[in-house]
């Protein structure tokens, strides 16, 4: 996660984006992901449940949801995780949020 966090900066960031990362270590910029001063969020996957808790208004703030290692939904200890995100992708669909999703898969 801090890898495509570091990605991201490092080719977004001169253009002016505002990138942030709330996961892990770095809860810190979870007010700035809350108050919507971002251009692009970085999250990880145990972090989704904490988005989720949040309400529909914070996932109505994601655009593109970009999905790394979709291959560990069979994973019996991230699975769960993967799962979740889809199911909250696909529940905030239904209610009408129009997001476009990306899988990625090494």
């Given at each position: 996660?801090?890898?495509?966090?570091?990605?991201?900066?490092?080719?977004y960031?001169?253009?002016?984006f505002?990138?942030?990362?709330?996961?892990?270590?770095?809860?810190?910029?979870t007010?700035l992901?809350?108050?919507?001063?971002?251009?692009?969020a970085?999250?990880?996957?145990?972090?989704?449940?904490?988005l989720?808790?949040?309400?529909?208004?914070?996932?109505?703030?994601?655009?593109?949801?970009?999905?790394d290692?979709a291959?560990?939904?069979?994973?019996?200890t991230r699975?769960?995780?993967v799962?979740?995100?889809l199911?909250?992708?696909?529940?905030?669909?239904s209610?009408?949020?129009?997001?476009?999703?990306?899988?990625?898969?090494?």
């Amino acid at each position: 996660m801090n890898e495509k966090y570091e990605d991201f900066a490092a080719t977004y960031g001169p253009a002016g984006f505002r990138i942030i990362r709330c996961a892990g270590d770095y809860t810190d910029e979870t007010g700035l992901f809350l108050s919507g001063r971002f251009d692009l969020a970085v999250f990880d996957l145990r972090d989704v449940s904490w988005l989720n808790s949040r309400g529909p208004a914070h996932i109505k703030k994601l655009g593109a949801i970009v999905l790394d290692e979709a291959q560990f939904i069979t994973d019996p200890t991230r699975g769960i995780s993967v799962e979740l995100l889809l199911t909250l992708v696909l529940s905030a669909k239904s209610q009408g949020v129009q997001h476009r999703s990306l899988l990625f898969r090494r």
